[in-house]
């Protein structure tokens, strides 16, 4: 395969979680897939690893969103709860034992050069779930931005090896 300047790519993505578009982010965002081995070891070879074997898969998104609304802290933050109707307040303080993947929902990262029905580089996480603490930095001379991390979790529906994630169009093939 020859060498393309054309591959090369930079941009921004635009994220949808469910059906929200999750707005303005500061700093882009990192798509991260990380296997996990163990080392196959026998006598014969002493400490030689002869095979490593898949354990465990961990697919996740870190991106930093820019537009603070309770809407968007409520998904920042999927143990909190949204009180009242026409003014609203979200609360935290749940008791221990809550399921992420009861919550869990399709994060799609779109890259924004591209046209809206081009999916060819799309990274869809199936049941992507929020983690990690969040914290809101109110500063004089700083604009108020927020991190959120999103893990993949598996989606029994899917077959072998495709139970977290895919990148392109997941309507194809």
Do not use: W
């Not at 054309?6 to 798509?31: K, S, V, W």
Request: overall charge negative; hydrophobic content about 45%.
């Amino acid at each position: 395969m020859a060498n393309d300047l054309a591959n090369i790519q930079i941009g921004r993505q635009i994220l949808t979680y469910g059906a929200i578009e999750l707005g303005h982010t500061d700093g882009g965002c990192e798509f991260s897939y990380e296997p996990e081995y163990t080392d196959i070891v026998v006598d014969a070879y002493g400490k030689t690893v002869t095979d490593k074997i898949l354990v465990g898969e961990a697919v996740s998104v870190k991106v930093t969103l820019a537009e603070i609304t309770l809407d968007k802290l409520k998904i920042a933050m999927p143990t909190g709860t949204m009180v009242g109707t026409t003014s609203q307040k979200l609360t935290m303080g749940s008791a221990p034992g809550k399921k992420l993947s009861t919550g869990a929902l399709a994060l799609v990262m779109h890259p924004a050069f591209k046209a809206v029905d081009d999916l060819e580089f799309d990274i869809t996480l199936y049941k992507a779930a929020i983690i990690g603490e969040v914290k809101l930095p109110y500063k004089f001379d700083e604009k108020t931005v927020y991190e959120v991390t999103f893990v993949a979790l598996i989606d029994e529906l899917k077959e072998d090896g495709d139970y977290l994630a895919a990148i392109g169009d997941i309507a194809a093939i």
